[in-house]
C-alpha cells in the first residue's frame, strides 16, 4: 500500500511580523482567504520565546473567539485555511503544521502541491524520519530539520532546491517571518504593509480587509526574509518559466484581488466579452451561476449588448450541509444554493454563464431549473474552455474520468447538460483575456500541457495514496 497523502491542497495563507495584534490581524485576513478553503482554519503565534498554536475544523468564524486568540500572544503569527479534500480530510491535516526539532520550534503554512513528496517522503522515512500528518507540507519540514546548514535560512533554501512543484510558503520562528513562492509562481503570494509592519497573502483581498498597503508580489523563485531589522531577499534555486494558474483568474480567487498583475475581476469580464465573440448567443438575456459566473457574465453582456439579469438567486447563509435526502427532493444540493426567478425568467431566451464545467452535474441541475422555471431556451456559456486535466499543482480536481470533456465532446456535453447550446471559450480566448504574457501561464487542466512533468496525473490524486 502507498503512502498517504492528503494531496489535494487549495489553501489560503496569511501572515504577520512584529505587530501588537499578530493574531487578532491574521484572523482577519484568513477571513478575506475563507473562500481558498473551509475545512479547517489555524494559526500560529509567536512572543520571541515560544509558539502559541490553535488549529479548527470549520470556518475561520466558527473556530476562534476572544479568548482562544489571546492566548496567541505576541507580535508575530501566520494562518491558513485548508479546503475540503476527499481523502486528506482531518484535524491532522490542518496547519499551520508546527515542529520542534534541534534548530528550535517552526511553523509552516503551505498552498500549493508538490509533485515530488511521494518520493521525498518515501526516502525520508527509510532514513528514520516518522511523520505525523499525510500532507506534503509535512515533507518541507523534515527537509528543514535534516538539513546540515547552520542557519535556518539556508536550511530553508536547501529543502527548496529538493522539493518540485506548487508552493507559496509562509515559515515563522520565534524571530523570523519567511515567504517563499516557487519559482514556477503557481500560486500567488503578496507582500503588503500595515502600520510598518511587515505582512503576507495568499491575496490582496486580505490586505484590503485589515487596512494593509499592497506593496508588490512575492517573485517567482523569492524568498523574502522579514525579521527585525528589515527584509532581504533570496533567491535560491534557479529560475524556471512562469506557470501562473490561470485557474485562480477563472475561478479560484477573488474578483476584487489582484492576482497574477491582474485585476481578477477585469480579467473575468474580458473572458466573457471574448466568449460573446466566439459564441455569441441570440437571446432576451444573460443570467450568471453565482458566484463564479458573474464576471463573465457581465463581459458577456456588454459584448453582445444583452441584458444581464439576476435570474439565479445565490443562498448565502447555507454554511455546510450534511443531509442530502436521496429521494424525496430532486436536484437538492444545487436548490439550496441557487434558485430562479421565475417573474423574469418566464417565457425568456436564456444565456446561462458559468466558469466552469467539471462533472457537468451542475449546469445539467440549472438547466432544468431554468426550464421549470418558465425558460423558453436555455443556452450555457462556459468563461474557460473544457476541463480536461487534473490538477497536480494544487486545484482541487477529480480524477481525469470523472471530467465529463474527457468521455464527451462538447455536442455530446450539451446534450448531457439538456441545453439548446453550450459554447466554452478557447484557451486562446483565455489567454487572451489574462491581460500578461500568454506563455507565463499554466493551463494544465485545459490543455494537458503540464509544466512540470508528472509520471501520471493519477499520482495527482490523493485516493491512491490512501493508508
Ligand atoms: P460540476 O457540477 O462538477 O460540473 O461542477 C461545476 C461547478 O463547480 C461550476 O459551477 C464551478 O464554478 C465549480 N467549480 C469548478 N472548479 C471547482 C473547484 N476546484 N472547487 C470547487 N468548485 C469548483
Redesign the pocket.
Known sequence: MRTTFGFRE?CGIFGIHHHPEASNIVYLGLYGLQHRGQESAGIVSTDGRSMYSERRMGYVADGFDREKLNELAGSGAIGHVR?STKGGSSMKNAQPVVISCWRGTLALSHNGTLVNAVDLRRDLERKGSIFQTTTDSEVIMHLIAKADDAQLVDALATALKQIKGAYSLLVLTNDLLIGVRDPHGFRPLVLGELDRSPVLASETCALDLIGAKFIREVNPGEMLVINREGQKSFYPVPSERKAFCI?ELV??ARPDSIVFGQSVYAVRKEMGRQLAAEHPADVDMVVP?PD??IGAALGFAEAGGIPFEMGLIRNHYIGRTFIEPRQSIRDFGVKIKLNPVRAILEGKRVVVV????????????LVRMFRVAGAREVHVRISSPP?IGT?CYG????NPEEL?ANRKNVEQIREFIEADSLGYLSVEGLLKSSGSNPSNYCTACFSMQYPIQVESTLDCQPSLFEK
Open positions: 487549495e479546503y485557474f475561478y479560484f451561476v463564479s459566473g458559468d466558469d466552469s464545467i467539471v462533472r457537468g452535474t451542475t449546469s445539467r441541475k476541463t490538477c486545484i482541487d480536481t477529480p465529463i
